[in-house]
């Protein structure tokens, strides 16, 4: 491929990643459950609902693409527009965790309506009077977005534990969903710079087995803890964002004046 095409294709691929109304971005294993010595399967996807066009294996696009088991962590290795993105080995048993971290992306946005629809979405209304406060335009201004995607796969018995993997932001699953009992709902932690995230929002996206999709939301606790409660044989998307005034340099070098960090994760639960 001429090194023409190359850029092209990562152009292209960054442009189309933008979070437009709230658009999530996801892990999207072809199954969440493989025997030891299968591949992991998995797209890169952005949408709505839990629907939306996958996307190749372009290095220039993340900062991190790895597969975790426990403590263990090694690189997702892939050519340049492999698609799906992900095709890994999965040879040991346990619970592996995907984990994705894109570089960052700028959107411009022409009207403040659009920026507030956002905003408000994400339970971060507080960012228009921030704006007003800051002497902002209206319009023609821009923010730099960065996604922070894992996803939870059961190799073999599935057996062990996600944990804190040192992303910005971050939810973690306090219960395996694929062992645990999960009568109760599934535990998991929301984190930013290590830290939990109390009172914030987590957006549930529950798909069925039927392709049905119910959209939610939840909140944590004190201590950045917030159960989602789940049905056997339904799959999960889970999200909450970060919005913020960006560091003085990060604002020069993007000319921006919001940062927005996106926190997902992917799980199944199994059938009865």
Not at 50 to 57: A, K, T, V
Not at 71 to 78: D, H, I, M, N
Not at 79 to 108: C, K, N, W, Y
């Amino acid at each position: 491929m001429k090194r023409s095409d190359l850029f092209f294709l990562a152009t292209l691929a960054a442009l189309s990643l933008s979070p437009a109304s709230g658009h999530e971005f996801w892990i999207d294993p072809q199954s969440h459950q493989v025997d030891s010595g299968e591949e992991i399967i998995a797209d890169i996807r952005v949408g709505q609902n839990f629907e939306g066009p996958s996307y190749p294996y372009i290095p220039p696009n993340f900062r991190l693409f790895e597969l975790a088991r426990g403590k263990a962590r090694a690189e997702v290795e892939g050519r340049f527009g492999d698609r799906p993105a992900m095709f890994q080995a999965a040879e040991v048993a346990g619970l592996a965790i995907v984990l994705h971290v894109t570089t960052g992306s700028r959107l411009v946005y022409n009207e403040l309506g659009k920026f507030r629809t956002f905003v408000e979405h994400k339970d971060a209304a507080w960012t228009l009077e921030a704006h007003r406060e800051r002497g902002l335009p209206e319009a023609g201004f821009a923010e730099l977005y960065t996604r922070y995607a894992k996803s939870l796969v059961a190799v073999g018995d599935g057996a062990g534990q996600d944990r804190a993997y040192g992303l910005e932001t971050e939810i973690v699953a306090l219960e395996n969903p694929y062992v645990d009992d999960l009568s109760d709902g599934v535990d998991v932690r929301v984190s930013y710079k290590g830290a939990p995230r109390a009172s914030t929002q987590v957006e549930v996206f529950e798909k069925a087995p039927d392709g049905s999709v119910l959209v939610s939301t939840t909140r944590t606790d004190a201590n950045g803890v917030a159960t989602v409660p789940v049905k056997p044989g339904h799959r999960y998307m889970l999200d909450a964002v970060v919005l913020r005034e960006p560091a003085a340099d990060i604002a020069a070098a993007h000319e921006v004046v919001w940062e927005s960090l996106w926190a997902n994760l992917t799980f199944a639960v199994p059938d009865e």
